[in-house]
């Protein structure tokens, strides 16, 4: 279970974790969230919403990491995506049939923010700022789903592999190095393959003093022989 879940005493109107997306509404929308949202907060490897269960709250992640994935068959996942503050999370469950049609899990203490879905597809409704900002954000992650899709199909593994990295230090860390939040595990599913071959091609880029890796972080050594793997693929 979260480590624990509470009305807070923070409020919408003047918090500074909330999406930008929210950023958009009025004060009085504002207080129709803060009426109708819970905050919680995870601790790593907690479930944040299932796949396959019913929606009744969209989520707005105030601090900590997160990973988006599709369950797959025999335990085997997809990851989408990161999530980090402060970004949003809804679906297309929100206006096809309410489910939740992937997982997302903590991958370090998180706390987010569940809005009521009907408060928040109210808001939609009366707020078509807010609404077109929204439909742009969800267009966004798809056409980033949609060309990760093509590079996981189309490479090898390095140069799949070599986009992951690329993705967490450019887009998710922001540095040339980054803690080991993220498993091999997580390396792998992220890279469309298995935990072995992961950790091979890891070893590979790690002897060509590609990076560097301890128990606690990874170190980007080389950007351009990375960038070129991917390049190649």
Do not use: W
């Given at each position: 279970?979260?480590?624990?879940?509470?009305?807070?005493?923070?409020?919408?109107?003047?918090c500074e974790c909330k999406s930008p997306l929210f950023r958009l509404l009025s004060d009085e929308e504002l207080e129709q969230v803060q009426k109708n949202r819970i905050n919680v907060v995870f601790k790593p490897g907690e479930t944040i919403r299932k796949q396959g269960t019913v929606m009744t709250h969209v989520i707005s992640v105030n601090s900590?990491?997160?990973?988006?994935?599709?369950?797959?068959?025999?335990?085997?996942?997809?990851?989408?995506?990161?999530?980090?503050?402060?970004?949003?999370?809804?679906?297309?469950?929100?206006?096809?049939?309410?489910?939740?049609?992937?997982?997302?899990?903590?991958?370090?203490?998180?706390?987010?923010?569940?809005?009521?879905?009907?408060?928040?597809?109210?808001?939609?409704?009366?707020?078509?700022?807010?609404?077109?900002?929204?439909?742009?954000?969800?267009?966004?992650?798809?056409?980033?789903?949609?060309?990760?899709?093509?590079?996981?199909?189309?490479?090898?593994?390095?140069?799949?592999?070599?986009?992951?990295?690329?993705?967490?230090?450019?887009?998710?860390?922001?540095?040339?190095?980054?803690?080991?939040?993220?498993?091999?595990?997580?390396?792998?599913?992220?890279?469309?393959?298995?935990?072995?071959?992961?950790?091979?091609?890891?070893?590979?880029?790690?002897?060509?003093?590609?990076?560097?890796?301890?128990?606690?972080?990874?170190?980007?050594?080389?950007?351009?022989?990375?960038?070129?793997?991917?390049?190649?693929?």
């Open positions: 279970m979260p480590d624990y879940l509470e009305k807070t005493q923070m409020n919408c109107v003047s900590g990491l997160a990973k988006l994935y599709l369950e797959g068959i025999e335990q085997r996942n997809a990851i989408l995506r990161l999530v980090k503050p402060t970004n949003f999370i809804g679906g297309p469950g929100i206006y096809l049939d309410l489910m939740h049609h992937y997982t997302v899990t903590a991958l370090m203490e998180s706390s987010v923010c569940f809005i009521d879905i009907h408060v928040f597809k109210k808001i939609i409704k009366q707020n078509s700022l807010f609404a077109e900002e929204f439909i742009k954000d969800f267009s966004r992650n798809t056409l980033s789903a949609y060309n990760r899709l093509i590079n996981l199909t189309q490479k090898q593994m390095p140069g799949r592999l070599s986009d992951t990295l690329l993705y967490l230090f450019n887009d998710i860390f922001q540095s040339n190095k980054f803690p080991m939040l993220v498993s091999k595990q997580d390396l792998a599913d992220l890279s469309a393959m298995s935990k072995d071959s992961a950790v091979k091609v890891l070893r590979e880029f790690q002897n060509d003093g590609i990076i560097r890796i301890t128990d606690h972080e990874m170190e980007l050594l080389d950007s351009a022989a990375l960038k070129k793997i991917s390049r190649i693929g």
